[in-house]
């Protein structure tokens, strides 16, 4: 289906992209959100799994406070880490609700996010953009420009097209020192020309469908190993390193180097967050868990000892930037904050996420495959905050909404 660029829509996610700071960092898209829910709290009009997602960031939402109740959590760290579910769930609501009565509303309200984003970084840089600018906010805006220009205002656009054009912006992403960028455009494209415009009739044929999620899962663990050794085999490489920049050569050395490869390398933080999980499981340690446990010394002790520190004493110093318990990772942020009902939200939205993109995969444009496989590495591999909170729900509202009218139509061509 070929999109029109509607202009209020366009507006509506520039201005929504807009970040203030009143208790901490909030999107203008969020606190309409609030207010969208709000005023139809009694008469959200939502489909079955739209509700699944708001019923489970409630328990989350309650199973932080509980945490913050029994752990003794400051007032202020509380309020932000009991209202973080809620914002999120708003902004899924009030972002579902807005496409459910007009999904050509999709495209430019995209466009108008990620453009305002950008101002935004532009005009209010933070140390991070600054660092890297295409790592921290260009390179993702790139992307996500591309990916929704072709997957809704361009009749069709051939597969090989798309792959050759995003082995071009993977090329660049790893030169100027981002690996995400790097690989996941290449993940989408290859799955992108295998699965999209499938037959409806034939789909279940396909091995995925018939493995189901679960087993796909099982599945891609073995792969995903192997695409760490392999990476971190090719990063080891001093022929493959010369080609890239110092500071990017210095840092992929390093984490290749370890004994367990890029990957952990890349996300450390699990040999601290996974120890302060196990030990409160079921209340966590509240919102902005601090680490009064020793994690973060026996986190920097593990990383030297697996050869992921290159001097001890220098990186020790240097590492200890942050009060709090690492986690960087979307699920053991919540499982250490909130215990397992906070996890598990994040693994239900993950699976329900998952399943309605598989079952759609056939319709579903280029974009959804590029998101999916973001938000998948996220879950388990980026940090959950401001801005992930309100891209994320953002994506899932999107998948959610343009899924349900994918499948409506597959109905009616069945019939």
């Known amino acids: 289906m070929l999109y029109r660029f509607i202009p209020s829509a366009f507006l509506l996610g520039l201005f929504a992209s807009?970040?203030?700071?009143?208790?901490?960092?909030?999107?203008?898209?969020?606190?309409?959100?609030?207010?969208?829910?709000?005023?139809?709290?009694?008469?959200?009009?939502?489909?079955?799994?739209?509700?699944?997602?708001?019923?489970?960031?409630?328990?989350?939402?309650?199973?932080?406070?509980?945490?913050?109740?029994?752990?003794?959590?400051?007032?202020?760290?509380?309020?932000?880490?009991?209202?973080?579910?809620?914002?999120?769930?708003?902004?899924?609501?009030?972002?579902?609700?807005?496409?459910?009565?007009?999904i050509q509303r999709c495209p430019a309200m995209l466009t108008g996010i990620i453009l305002?984003?950008?101002?935004?970084?532009i005009l209010f840089p933070n140390p991070y953009f600054l660092l890297n600018y295409w790592k921290w906010g260009l390179g993702s805006a790139a992307l996500g420009l591309f990916a929704v220009y072709v997957s809704f205002y361009f009749q069709r656009v051939e597969s090989y097209l798309i792959f050759g054009l995003s082995l071009c912006f993977s090329t660049l992403s790893l030169a100027l020192g981002s690996r995400s960028l790097a690989v996941f455009p290449l993940i989408a494209s290859i799955a992108y020309?295998?699965?999209?415009?499938?037959?409806?009739?034939?789909?279940?044929?396909?091995?995925?469908?018939?493995?189901?999620?679960?087993?796909?899962?099982?599945?891609?663990?073995?792969?995903?190993?192997?695409l760490n050794y392999t990476l971190g085999f090719i990063l080891s490489s001093e022929a493959a390193l010369s080609l890239l920049p110092s500071d990017s050569a210095t840092t992929y050395r390093l984490q290749a180097a370890g004994a367990y490869g890029l990957l952990l390398g890349g996300r450390s933080e699990v040999l601290a967050s996974l120890p302060a999980f196990w030990d409160k499981p079921l209340l966590g340690h509240g919102s902005w868990a601090k680490d009064i446990g020793g994690y973060q010394n026996e986190y920097l002790y593990l990383r030297y000892q697996l050869g992921y520190l290159s001097h001890e004493g220098a990186d020790y110093t240097n590492n200890l930037t942050s009060m709090l318990i690492p986690t960087h990772s979307y699920l053991m942020a919540a499982l250490v904050w909130a215990g397992v009902m906070g996890g598990a939200?994040?693994?239900?939205?993950?699976?329900?996420?998952?399943?309605?993109?598989i079952n759609n995969a056939a319709s579903l444009p280029y974009y959804f495959y590029v998101g999916i496989t973001d938000f998948t590495w996220n879950v388990f591999f980026s940090p959950f905050g401001a801005s992930s909170r309100w891209n994320s729900s953002v994506f899932l509202a999107v998948l959610f909404a343009s899924a349900k009218i994918a499948e409506l139509k597959r109905k009616s061509v069945v019939r």
Not at 204 to 221: M, N, P, Q, V
Not at 345 to 357: A, E, H
């Open 18 to 102: 807009v970040k203030i700071n009143f208790l901490g960092e909030l999107y203008l898209g969020e606190i309409f959100g609030l207010g969208y829910v709000a005023a139809q709290i009694f008469k959200l009009c939502l489909s079955r799994e739209q509700k699944r997602i708001l019923l489970f960031a409630s328990f989350w939402a309650g199973a932080q406070l509980v945490s913050d109740i029994y752990n003794e959590t400051e007032a202020l760290d509380a309020m932000k880490g009991v209202l973080s579910p809620v914002i999120f769930g708003a902004t899924f609501a009030f972002i579902g609700g807005y496409l459910k009565n007009d």
């Open 116 to 121: 305002g984003g950008i101002v935004q970084l």
């Open 193 to 226: 020309s295998f699965f999209h415009r499938q037959r409806v009739e034939t789909r279940e044929k396909t091995f995925i469908w018939r493995l189901g999620i679960i087993k796909s899962i099982i599945i891609a663990l073995p792969l995903l190993i192997i």
């Open 345 to 357: 939200f994040w693994l239900i939205t993950l699976q329900k996420s998952l399943q309605l993109f």
